[in-house]
T-cell receptor, first 112, second 113 residues
Framework: SQQGEEDPQALSIQEGENATMNCSYK?????LQWYRQNSGRGLVHLIL?????REKHSGRLRVTLDTSKKSSSLLITASRAADTASYFC????????????FGQGTTLQVKP | ETGVTQSPTHLIKTRGQQVTLRCSSQ?????VSWYQQALGQGPQFIFQ???????GRGNFPPRFSGLQFPNYSSELNVNALELDDSALYLC????????????FGPGTRLTVT
């Protein structure tokens, strides 16, 4: 079963706009990760946020984590056509075993 | 590029056949995890190998099996293929000390007809 549920399932925006994706999860976690996948290819790690962190930035990416609501959000600012991809959140709970459980993903389309 | 490679890229098999997929880990990584990703879904954890031993398994039947070799490359074997096995199969390698730091390969697209 999926640990995370992403919302929305699909998102279409214009270049230059911001894109926000949300992820909810079911169990306690030590950390949560976000991945990007282009056209059914391999996953690219974007960012990891630990359970004691509330916000983390990496370039145009901003991730927030609310452990009380068991939710996380990924914000991509000033989006580009190259950001068109599917985005997944994933966590291995509190096990730190790397047995990741992924959400179903948000498909982002950025129109030029 | 993550340094993780998978072969073949694409594969077409007939129901009932057997298939072997291969993964070469990033240098220095002794842990490999395999995932199945059906179309439109997130990846699902199949199993993990650490130092040539199975180190955990997801909700997959025994006809899904694996191997990890001394050089830490890995195989995923699926017997008695079913139509629902059609998916993208992803492997990810990680250092043993940080198993959730995973580097994914490009995947093998398996189609079962």
């Amino acid at each position: 079963s999926q640990q995370g549920e992403e919302d929305p399932q699909a998102l279409s925006i214009q270049e230059g706009e911001n894109a926000t994706m949300n992820c909810s999860y079911k169990t306690s976690i030590n950390n949560l990760q976000w991945y990007r996948q282009n056209s059914g290819r391999g996953l690219v790690h974007l960012i990891l946020i630990r359970s004691n962190e509330r916000e983390k930035h990496s370039g145009r990416l901003r991730v927030t984590l609310d452990t009380s609501k068991k939710s996380s959000s990924l914000l991509i600012t000033a989006s580009r056509a190259a950001d068109t991809a599917s985005y997944f959140c994933a966590t291995d709970g509190t096990s730190n075993t790397g047995k990741l459980i992924f959400g179903q993903g948000t498909t982002l389309q950025v129109k030029p | 590029e993550t340094g993780v490679t998978q072969s073949p890229t694409h594969l077409i098999k007939t129901r009932g056949q057997q298939v072997t997929l291969r993964c070469s880990s990033q240098s220095g990584h002794n842990t490999v995890s395999w995932y199945q990703q059906a179309l439109g879904q997130g990846p699902q954890f199949i199993f993990q190998y650490y130092r040539e031993e199975e180190n955990g398994r997801g909700n997959f039947p025994p006809r899904f099996s694996g191997l990890q070799f001394p050089n830490y490359s890995s195989e995923l074997n699926v017997n008695a293929l079913e139509l629902d096995d059609s998916a993208l199969y992803l492997c990810a390698s990680s250092p043993g000390s940080r198993k959730n730091e995973q580097y994914f390969g490009p995947g093998t697209r398996l189609t079962v007809t």
